[in-house]
């Protein structure tokens, strides 16, 4: 049975080097099956680097297949979401090229899910307050947060391209 469909997400690229831009409408429009043709803007942020975003929609999963297929370019700084769908649990990936990959799942209104065995296993590991609260930092991808949010704030009227899966 097809799912096609069953969710959406964005995909934000918050920075790429202008060379790089249609290798990343590639890698999206192989990973949805449609032609991705992304309105690119200069990123305040970073000179010299153009940013762009698309919603999509598709089979649950596409989200991590669409990380998947940015990370062959470690430059780039971008975010993909899913939204959550019947039986699936909603997520969202961050790439920063210092930090890597953080991911979480997420609820519908898009708050960061922690889970039962996340909390005892910080609170197992925990020395006090200061490093219970690091740890919920770093299940909440407080780095990563606080290295895109420039980037999020330069992006903020930027024009939307809207996708989705076929076939």
């Not at 090229?97 to 960061?112: E, F, K, M, Q, Y």
Request: glycine share 12%; hydrophobic share 40%.
């Amino acid at each position: 049975m097809s799912t096609r469909g069953s969710t959406s997400g964005v995909v934000y690229v918050h920075s790429s080097p202008s060379a790089v831009c249609p290798h990343v409408e590639w890698a999206i429009s192989g990973t949805l099956g449609e032609r991705a043709d992304l309105k690119w803007a200069a990123q305040p942020a970073a000179p010299g680097q153009l940013r762009a975003e698309c919603n999509w929609s598709g089979d649950a999963g596409t989200g991590a297949r669409l990380v998947s297929a940015l990370r062959a370019w470690p430059m780039l700084r971008f975010e993909v979401t899913e939204d959550p769908s019947p039986g699936v649990d909603g997520v969202r990936y961050c790439f920063v090229p210092v930090l890597g990959l953080w991911h979480a799942r997420t609820s519908a209104n898009g708050d960061i899910v922690v889970s039962e065995d996340q909390l005892r296993a910080l609170a197992a590991r925990s020395r006090g307050g200061e490093s219970f609260a690091h740890g919920v930092d770093e299940i909440l991808g407080a780095a990563w947060d606080d290295a895109l949010e420039p980037f999020r704030r330069a992006g903020d009227g930027a024009p939307v391209t809207w996708l989705h899966r076929v076939g």
